[in-house]
């Protein structure tokens, strides 16, 4: 009874016709870059930290919440239409939703998407609206080792997850933690690796880091392997809308994948890829089509598409109760809220709850205002695809610029804006994540505050780390998730030997 | 034969040792800087040191793992068969756009700097239409200019050179 009427207190917060306007301008604006290549929610958010200097936090993160709900939406239309999955999220749905488009039936993939989107993202709020309040209250008997434990975890399963390496994911981790150690110590006040730099003392900025990594480090990456004609469009003509058979394999799709993306998303390391590789495999295990996959079946766009958006609300339980951030985007608006001087966690539900509740409640409006904004109008969407690719990229940098530049018109920003984005630019060649490096930057001071409260408390006794049960088993875990894949993979490597030595040999 | 041939495929790839070298050379400047940070004893628990320290210590074992890796030939490039080879002047080009603030900004302001990039970075993706990239890039850049200055945000002077 309490959350229903607290979130009848965000609807009034959300149902503002100033918010309902920041609502509907980032779910413009998340569809927008959701289509357009090279940029992502992200990205998005960290080029409008500066604007959020002027208007308030709660219209800031409502309309932060609409770019990151609007830019799925219009991920799958380009994965659908041009094959092209504008975020790794979206790349289950470009197997079957192209071979629909390619058979004429585009429109019938981008309303199940779009639909699937709706239910699942509906789903998954609901599914916050109700957890979040209960896992905050959790969150309340956290001493600082727990928090710490929380955080170690965090960064082992994105260090694991993220990346085609444990070596690559690791390298990018501590990329992060070593940025992060930049600038003074909040506990001492001590300068550390300033290199003499006044401009470095409050260390290096999250937004130039992110805009570098990914705006800089792509645009050099796309600039230098251009040569590769953009793929052409499919177009929409002759398109049916979906038929009741449709209906009737899209239902069940939607709701799975809502069931896998939510939780899933949820983790501390989750993201949105794997729900949508897990809810692909389980559709196409239960289809009563098994011949149609690969060949256009609608159930391989309905359930991904719908765990990837149920994933993005589940994102939000961590971020919201823990303070922990667990995609690029998600850390992106641990910073933003940085930025306003709050601190995402249990406290934030009691002193902030306008801004919390009517966050959540334009999630639910946010869906909606999607819905419209998708379902009838997709074909101007497509239609910022037609753009040439020079310009896309030459206006990414000048918002680069605008990002970098506008945070305090410093040199030293922008000189750290070339010297990282070509370092995002060597990870985009050899394959590192960039996530980890994000997440190691923002949470990594965090981590260092927490170890060394704990540490403090225990007058310096290292078995406060293991000292509480909820401590003990996180740091279990974090322990599990480094060792078990290897492990896995080793014995996978043996038993696959064992196998060929007796082929060879008959 | 086969051992032989499986070598010469080795050799072909790329080793980026340099890589892993760098990530060394970064942790042994934390190391470096972990020392030069004075340990206040009358603190409880972890100094300020430590963590730079530990981050140090993890770089330079990350370099060290980089490199062998990369030596060992196990650390290719993303080879995408999709992908054209890399090219080398359309990717210094888009690089001088994003470098080219740094000698320009301050003097030419943030329009004319944003123009500059604009159309270094239109370059490296194959246009030949200086002068409309020129136009875009400045009016983008003024665009950006005058809304983000209403907003609160200051880009600096719009032409620092006429005051």
């Known amino acids: 009874m309490d959350i229903l009427n607290q979130l009848i207190g965000g609807f009034a917060v959300a149902l503002q016709p100033i918010n309902l306007f920041w609502a509907f301008v980032g779910c413009a604006l998340g569809t927008a870059v959701g289509v357009l290549p090279g940029i992502g929610p992200a990205l998005t958010i960290a080029l409008l930290m500066p604007v959020t200097a002027q208007i308030n936090p709660a219209s800031a993160f409502i309309m932060f919440a609409g770019i990151l709900y609007g830019a799925l939406y219009g991920g799958s239309t380009t994965s659908i239409l041009l094959n092209t999955p504008g975020e790794s999220g979206s790349v289950m749905t470009a197997l079957e939703g192209n071979r629909m488009a390619r058979s004429g039936r585009g429109a019938a993939a981008l309303a199940t998407a779009a639909i699937g989107s709706f239910v699942a993202g509906t789903i998954g709020t609901l599914a916050l609206t109700f957890l979040a309040p209960a896992i905050a209250e959790l969150a309340f008997v956290f001493g600082p080792e727990d928090y710490f434990a929380l955080m170690v975890l965090s960064f082992t399963s994105v260090a694991v997850v993220m990346g085609r390496s444990l070596l690559r994911g690791f390298t990018a981790l501590f990329f992060g933690l070593a940025l992060g150690t930049i600038g003074i110590d909040t506990q001492t006040g001590q300068t550390r690796m300033v290199f003499g730099m006044l401009e470095l003392l409050d260390g290096v900025s999250f937004t130039v880091v992110l805009v570098s990594l990914f705006a800089i480090g792509e645009t050099l990456y796309v600039a230098s392997r251009h040569a590769s004609a953009p793929p052409a469009i499919n177009p929409l003509s002759g398109g049916y809308w979906m038929t009741r058979q449709d209906w009737a394999r899209s239902w069940k799709p939607w709701l799975r994948g809502s069931v896998i993306g939510f939780p899933i998303g949820a983790l501390p390391a989750g993201g949105t890829e794997i729900p949508t590789f897990l809810s692909y495999a389980l559709e196409r295990r239960l289809t009563p089509h098994p011949e149609e996959f690969g060949q256009g079946a609608i159930e391989g766009v309905a359930g991904p598409e719908a765990a990837n958006n149920a994933a993005a609300a589940g994102i939000l339980v961590p971020l919201l109760t823990l303070g922990l951030p667990s995609t690029a985007t998600a850390a992106v608006l641990l910073a933003a809220f940085q930025n306003y001087g709050l601190q995402p966690g249990p406290l934030l539900f009691a002193t902030n709850p306008d801004l919390l509740w009517g966050l959540i409640a334009s999630l639910y409006i946010g869906n909606l205002i999607l819905l419209v904004l998708n379902l009838p109008l997709v074909g101007i969407w497509v239609r910022l695809l037609l753009i040439p690719r020079q310009y896309i990229y030459g206006g990414i940098v000048v918002f680069a610029l605008v990002g970098v530049w506008g945070l305090s018109t410093s040199w030293i920003d922008l000189a750290l804006m070339c010297g990282l984005g070509l370092i995002g630019y060597v990870a985009r060649v050899y394959d590192f994540p960039v996530a980890p490096a994000l997440i190691g930057l923002i949470l990594g001071p965090q981590a260092e505050i927490q170890l060394r409260r704990a540490l403090a408390v225990s007058q310096g006794d290292w078995s406060v780390l293991v000292g509480t049960p909820i401590s003990a088993s996180l740091l279990a875990i974090a322990a599990l998730v480094l060792t078990v894949p290897p492990l896995l993979a080793w014995r996978r490597r043996r038993a696959e030997e064992a196998e060929a030595q007796p082929a060879s040999a008959g | ?163």
């Open chain 2, 1 to 163: 034969m086969t051992g032989k041939r499986q070598a010469e495929q080795r050799d072909r790839r790329s080793k980026p040792w340099w890589m892993g070298l760098a990530l060394a050379i970064m942790g042994a400047l934390w190391l470096n800087g972990a020392r030069s940070i004075s340990s206040t004893t009358n603190y409880i628990g972890l100094g300020p040191a430590a963590i730079v320290l530990a981050v140090g210590l993890g770089l330079t074992v990350l370099g060290i793992l980089l490199i062998l890796q990369a030596l060992r030939g196990e650390f290719a490039a993303v080879a995408d068969e999709a992908e054209a080879p890399p090219s080398h002047p359309a990717f210094l080009l888009a690089l001088a756009g994003v470098a080219v603030p740094l000698l320009t900004m301050r003097w030419l302001g943030f329009p004319l700097t944003a123009m500059l990039a604009f159309a270094l970075v239109t370059h490296a993706f194959g246009s030949r239409r200086t002068g409309l990239d020129l136009v875009i890039g400045f009016a983008l850049g003024s665009a950006a200019w005058l809304g983000f200055s209403r907003l609160g945000i200051s880009l600096g002077g719009f032409l620092p050179l006429i005051g």
